[in-house]
Structure formats: structure tokens, C-alpha cells
């Protein structure tokens, strides 16, 4: 949610815990442990205990933030100063977790988003044991996720904008195309697609899918066009499948 609405403070200000860190970390308040003011005690097990865990936290925190706020309103529309105060954080923390500031903030959420969605594409693909159904199910999945609001605010319109057709498709590339890749190659090993080389066929496939989900997350009606894109790409997998005899 937004919080435009709040006060805002300097930069040099502690917003919460100090050194940056996420509300809950070891510096919060809190009973002093012996052996030094500050350190998390056995009586607060869900504060992060080393110095790792509060960067980990801090980080997830600031991801969290931004993506909520990109989401609803898109980067452009959203300032560093919203994402500390909603993170709890300040923007010396932002800074220092990541340099380059909410451009760098925003790839890691297309890198979050994108893992999140080959994972959701992995699990329903392995869920089938046919390497043909494993394949049209996965891609079903996928076009799926293109009609969820973050998928397509920030993945879909706002990544190629922000990072760059080589950047945005770089991560692209790391999350899609090696998942397409081997469901492609399980498909050609089982008999159910031509001999092919696997990596050839994905990049084609990859960049009809890419268009599809821009044709999905620019609609008026996703919903509508999902399913019109979902049928298409149907169609031209069927164009290439080998008939079971």
C-alpha cells in the first residue's frame, strides 16, 4: 500500500532500527542479551542473529516493498522515499544493498518474478509423466502467470522499459529458455516432437511466447487474450508434433 501520505524524514535519518536494517533484526529494541547491548536472545528466536540474516532481511524487506508498490502503480510512479518507509528501512539501507539504487531495486523484483514463475512452470510440467503433456501444460502455466497483475505491470510492460531489451532479455533467457529447453529435448527423446536441435527450437518458441505474453499483459481483457494466446501457441506446437502411431 502506499504510504505517501506519511512524513518524510532526511536521509540521514534512523527510521526503526539502526544501520538500515529491517524492522525485527538483531539491532532493534529490546532486552540486551550479556555480552553485548542489542544481540538477539534465545527469548527472540525469529530475529535474524548474524549479520548475514539482518543483509537477507533487509533485502527481502526492500523487495517486498518495491514489488507491492510497483505493482499497483508502476516504477515510474513510485519514489525510493515510499519504498523505505514501507519497508521500514532507510535509504541509507536501500543504498547499501543496492548500489545503483531503485533501477537496481527493480531488477531484482524481475529476477524474484521471474524465478517465481519458472518454478510455477517447472512444478506443473513435472507433474505430468508424458513429455508432450509436460511441455503444452508448462506453457499453459506460464501464460497463465502473464495475466497476473505483477507478472504483467512489472515483468511484462515496466521491464524491457526500464532494463533494456538486452538486460530484461538476458534474465529472460536464464529463467525461460533453459526450462524450455529440456522440456523440448524430453519431448524430441520421447519420440513425440522431430529430431531437432533442442536449443534452436527454444529460442524460436521462447520468442512467440515472449509475444504472446506482451499481447496478454497490454490487453484490455487479459483474460480474453490468455485464452486466444493459449489456443495459438496450441495450435502451431500441434503443427510440429509427430502423430502417435
Not at 506453457?139 to 497483475?149: E, S, T, W, Y
Amino acid at each position: 500500500m502506499s504510504s505517501s501520505g506519511r512524513r518524510g524524514t532526511s536521509v540521514g535519518e534512523r527510521r526503526g532500527p539502526p544501520n538500515g536494517e529491517a524492522r525485527g533484526s538483531p539491532s532493534s529494541k529490546g532486552p540486551a542479551a550479556p555480552g553485548g547491548a542489542g544481540r538477539a536472545t534465545d527469548a527472540d528466536p525469529a530475529r535474524p542473529r548474524t549479520k548475514a540474516a539482518q543483509r537477507e532481511a533487509t533485502t527481502a524487506a526492500l523487495i517486498d516493498a518495491a514489488r507491492q508498490l510497483f505493482a499497483g502503480r508502476g516504477y515510474a510512479n513510485v519514489g525510493t522515499e515510499e519504498i523505505v518507509q514501507q519497508a521500514g528501512v532507510t535509504r541509507g539501507a536501500l543504498y547499501h544493498h543496492f548500489r545503483g539504487g531503485k533501477e537496481e531495486l527493480f531488477r531484482a523484483v524481475v529476477v524474484q518474478i521471474s524465478a517465481e514463475t519458472a518454478g510455477r512452470v517447472r512444478e506443473v510440467a513435472r507433474a505430468n509423466d508424458d513429455p508432450w503433456n509436460a511441455l503444452i501444460h508448462g506453457i499453459d502455466a506460464f501464460l497463465d502467470a502473464c495475466a497476473l497483475p505483477d507478472v504483467q505491470r512489472i515483468l511484462l510492460v515496466d521491464g524491457p522499459a526500464v532494463l533494456g531489451w538486452d538486460v530484461w532479455r538476458a534474465i529472460d533467457n536464464d529463467y525461460g529458455l533453459r526450462l524450455l529447453e529440456g522440456a523440448l529435448q524430453r519431448a524430441i527423446d520421447a519420440g513425440r516432437l522431430p529430431p531437432q536441435p533442442a536449443r534452436a527450437a527454444a529460442h524460436v518458441l521462447l520468442g512467440a511466447l515472449d509475444e504472446a505474453a506482451m499481447v496478454v499483459a497490454r490487453a484490455d481483457d487479459a483474460r480474453a487474450a490468455r485464452n486466444e494466446m493459449g489456443q495459438t501457441v496450441h495450435r502451431l506446437l500441434e503443427g510440429l508434433r509427430v502423430p502417435v502411431r
